[in-house]
Nanobody, 115 residues
C-alpha cells in the first residue's frame, strides 16, 4: 500500500506564491512518475504538472512559466512552486505517485487565491 501525503497550500492574494510538497512511501517498487492535479470548484480534476524519476517535467498550458515542479533524482518526494497565482488557480490540489503497478493519490490540499 503506497501512502501519498501532501503539505503546503493555503490562501494568498492574486499574484502571490505558494509551495506544495508531497511524499510517497510504502511502495515495493520504484516510483516512476509523480504529479499534481487539481479540482477547481464545479469542475473535473485536471492535470497540472507531472515529473518522472529523472526530472522530466510536463506542464499544463495555463500554468507554464508560473509553476515549477521539482524532484530530487531517486527521491519519492515532489515539490511545486506556484508563482503569480490567479483566482482561477483556486482548487483542491492532489498529488499522485505511479510505481508501474498502481497509481496512488493523496487526500488533497486546498489552494485559494483571492482577487
Amino acid at each position: 500500500q503506497v501512502s501519498v501525503e501532501e503539505s503546503g497550500g493555503g490562501t494568498v492574494q492574486t499574484g502571490g506564491s505558494l509551495e506544495l510538497s508531497c511524499v510517497a512511501s510504502g511502495s515495493r517498487f520504484s516510483i516512476s512518475t509523480m504529479g499534481w492535479y487539481r479540482r477547481a470548484p464545479g469542475k473535473t480534476r485536471e492535470r497540472v504538472a507531472v515529473i518522472t524519476y529523472d526530472g522530466r517535467a510536463v506542464y499544463e498550458d495555463s500554468i507554464k512559466g508560473r509553476f515549477t515542479i521539482s524532484r530530487e533524482r531517486g527521491e519519492n518526494a515532489v515539490h511545486m512552486r506556484m508563482d503569480n497565482l490567479r483566482p482561477e488557480d483556486t482548487g483542491v490540489y492532489y498529488c499522485n505517485a505511479a510505481d508501474g503497478t498502481s497509481i496512488s493519490w493523496g487526500q488533497g490540499t486546498q489552494v485559494t487565491v483571492s482577487s
